[in-house]
């Protein structure tokens, strides 16, 4: 009997970096006590969130030595419904919280250390 074949789908995959010291693609003005952080979202046609999840950190790796960076080890991944195109959520993430709307994007995205980007 032929063995089915296994359906890909898509997923995007968020994984985590830290740098401690100034680099070209950062904030330029870091203490040295601090660090700083970037949350990358990739994309990938796998069979399973451990494949995707797998390819994810292969990259990421690669990536982080390429910057002279840390990959943190943290990586979440999102299942697409459908094949991405023009407006298609990349990634979701639900988290619990007693804070009300404006409280709770100072506490987790609109905390003053972030610094921003056009492009790469």
């Known amino acids: 009997m032929a063995k089915k074949p296994s359906t890909k789908s898509w997923y995007g995959v ?3 970096f ?3 010291h100034d680099k070209p693609w950062g904030p330029r003005d870091l203490q040295p006590q601090e660090r700083f952080y970037e949350e990358r979202v990739t994309l990938w046609h796998a069979k399973s969130f451990k494949k995707a999840i797998a390819l994810a950190e292969v990259e990421a ?3 982080a030595e390429n910057l002279e960076c840390e990959y943190t080890g943290l990586a979440q991944a999102f ?3 459908d094949k991405p195109k023009q407006g298609t959520e990349v990634f979701s993430l639900l988290r ?3 804070l009300d709307a ?3 994007l100072d506490h987790f995205f609109d905390t ?5 980007r056009a492009s790469r």
């Open 14 to 16: 968020r994984c985590v």
């Open 79 to 81: 299942r697409f419904d």
């Open 96 to 98: 619990r919280s007693t």
């Open 18 to 20: 830290a740098a401690a």
């Open 61 to 63: 790796r690669i990536y």
């Open 112 to 116: 003053g250390a972030e610094v921003g």
């Open 102 to 104: 404006p409280e709770y």
